[in-house]
């Protein structure tokens, strides 16, 4: 069995709205309905986690009666940051290979998640890459140097882990290092495995990303 956690956070700040991200609508729906039916699409067994804020689930409750969104999802309370979020969310699921997304990435192809779940299932972590095109500079002390953008890659979600994997690692204390479910994998000691991102798959943050997001719908 597979199990996805979506994760949501909190209001959209870079959105100029106090709307939390994940609520804005894109062509009368909330961004978070098409993330979930992505997954249903790709396995409509998959066990569906939701965490949200506590002060965002009664919103959830009354977009789904207004919207008649009836899909059977389990309801994980939000912690401080999103390790602990990740991991009460973790603490409901019973898939065998678990993935974390983000609630405001719509257009990950079911090709990607597919991908994902088929690479950890066989080596234990998957996470989606993408090589940048523009050419990238590091800070060095307070000057920028010229970087083999080679070298680099942009990371996205789902991350999908054997739930071994993800168990034994957020069994550890938080750090501040932890960007994403990959670091703390990767610090206790596992290897993280890659498969090819798509191009579409952003993360809605910001106004110019919902303009593109209405022009993916």
């Known amino acids: 069995m597979r199990s996805i956690i979506i994760t ?23 961004i978070l309905f098409y993330t979930i039916e992505k997954f249903l699409e790709f396995d409509p067994s998959i066990e569906v986690i939701l965490v949200l804020p506590q002060d965002h689930i009664s919103t959830w409750e009354n977009l789904c009666k207004q919207h008649g969104f009836k899909h059977n999802l ?43 779940y088929k690479e950890a299932a066989e080596r234990g972590s998957a996470i989606p890459i993408m090589s940048p095109k523009e050419s990238m500079r590091q800070l060095n002390g307070d000057k920028w140097i010229a970087v083999d953008r080679s070298e680099y890659v942009f990371v996205q979600t789902p991350q999908v882990f054997s739930r071994g994997y993800l168990q034994t690692a957020y069994e550890q204390e938080y750090k501040s290092i932890f960007t994403d479910d990959a670091s703390v994998v990767e610090a206790s000691g596992r290897e993280i495995h890659t498969v090819e991102g798509n191009e579409e798959n952003i993360k809605i943050t910001t106004p110019s990303d919902l303009n593109w997001a209405e022009l993916f719908i």
């Open 8 to 30: 949501a956070g909190g209001h959209g700040k870079r959105m100029l709205s106090s709307t939390p991200k994940q609520f804005i609508e894109l062509k009368g729906r909330p």
């Open 74 to 116: 389990k309801i994980a309370e939000g912690g401080k940051e999103r390790f602990h979020s990740v991991k009460n969310g973790l603490s409901l699921a019973t898939g065998d290979i678990v993935g974390i997304h983000d609630s405001v990435r719509p257009f990950v192809s079911i090709d990607v998640i597919d991908a994902c």
